[in-house]
């Protein structure tokens, strides 16, 4: 039997390899031309550590010098002493490049639908079904997209899961004068051939041991989307998930009917809908999303929180963490910027 291992690195890239039952992470990593760091291949330097952010393993002999009790239980593995059990992902604190490793995946899909889902919003799919290999991401992880017609590339995350059809979803935010939002209004034509990279980001979603509180705003909606349908098959083993999902206008509301799915879906789902400037017929939660967090009851047990969206809300909710007393809890996050960046380490509203 092999396991598919995700393999994450610092500068935002993941690769995936397959590694056999008996087979260390450092000689399937090799295998496959993935040459991690390394010195001794005994368990003692500690040059190939990484860490598992999901998954099973078991490691050999490790030295006390190169991973400390505290390094074990915070899941810090060195990769030549690694026996992987399950899938899983493992990342590595430096960048792709020292290892070789390439450049991600780079395929052509076709644009099968557009809808316009809210007044500044639309969802794209894309049928990537031609590529032989299924296309692997984790849930979170984003896309760079080609426009065509253009030599313009816009990030987005994935809406959906990873898929064996490699049928393909994105979230887009219609901006008044946009490279994208532009061919999504006049210029599209079903059929169209896109080019895509992929898989791109470290915001993804990691093992789930504790109650999960997701905050989106605007079309950082479409990472979470992503990880509930990746969660989906872990329905008996999940925890309380919240989300809450902020926007200007009641307007810029989308996908609800999907969310109300996975409310009847998930055992333990509460979906909090947050309006900035509402008019007078909404009866939900009005402001902004920080100041509808629960301090009381965040201060009862661990948790793990997810922020995409953009800078200000994301600012402000740690902002919000960090003055209160809450003090057990993990956080992830990304920073959505203006689509006239090329930085590629976040996803582009």
């Known amino acids: 039997m092999s396991h598919s291992v995700a393999l994450n690195f610092a500068d935002g890239k993941t690769f995936f390899i397959s590694i056999n039952d008996d087979e260390l992470l450092l000689d399937a990593a090799f295998r496959q031309g993935i040459k991690l760091p390394l010195d001794c291949r005994e368990g003692v330097c500690g040059t190939c550590q990484g860490q598992c952010e999901s998954g099973r393993y078991e490691q050999e002999y490790v030295d006390e010098d190169a ?3 505290l390094d074990l239980e915070e899941r810090k593995v060195l990769a030549c002493q690694t026996r992987v059990q399950s899938d899983a992902s493992f990342y590595f604190d430096h960048d792709s490049s020292i290892c070789g490793a390439g450049d991600p995946v780079a395929i052509e899909a076709i644009l099968t639908r557009v809808d316009v889902v809210s007044e500044t919003t639309a969802v794209m799919y894309l ?18 997209l080609k426009i065509p017609g253009t030599d313009s590339w816009r990030s987005y995350s994935f809406a959906n899961s990873s898929n064996k059809n490699n049928e393909l979803q994105f979230l887009i935010r219609l901006l008044p004068n946009g490279v994208m939002s ?12 896109i080019e895509l990279e992929a898989p791109l980001g470290s915001f993804y979603l990691r093992e789930v041991e504790n109650p999960l509180i997701f905050v989106a705003g605007g079309t950082g909606l479409s990472a979470f989307l992503g990880m509930l349908d990746d969660l989906k098959s872990k329905k008996d083993q999940l925890p309380a998930i919240k989300l809450f999902y902020g926007v200007n206008k009641q307007a810029d509301l989308c996908e609800e009917a999907r969310l109300k799915e996975y409310e009847q879906f998930f055992n333990q789902f509460e979906y909090h809908p947050v309006i ?11 402001g902004f999303i920080h100041q509808h967090l629960d301090e009381m009851e965040l201060k009862k047990q661990p948790f793990d929180m997810y ?3 953009p800078p200000p809300m994301i600012d402000a909710v740690k902002t919000w963490l960090s003055e209160s007393s809450v003090s057990d809890y993990r956080i992830y996050s990304e920073k959505f910027l203006q689509s006239n960046t090329t930085k590629p380490a976040s996803a582009i509203a």
């Open 276 to 286: 900035g400037q509402a008019t007078e017929g909404w009866s939900g939660k009005v």
């Open 127 to 144: 049928d990537a079904s031609h590529f032989k290999n299924q296309l692997k991401y984790l849930p979170g992880q984003y896309a760079r």
């Open 67 to 69: 991973l400390s009790e």
């Open 307 to 309: 922020l995409c969206g």
């Open 182 to 193: 532009n061919y999504l209004r006049d210029d599209y034509k079903i059929g169209d051939k």
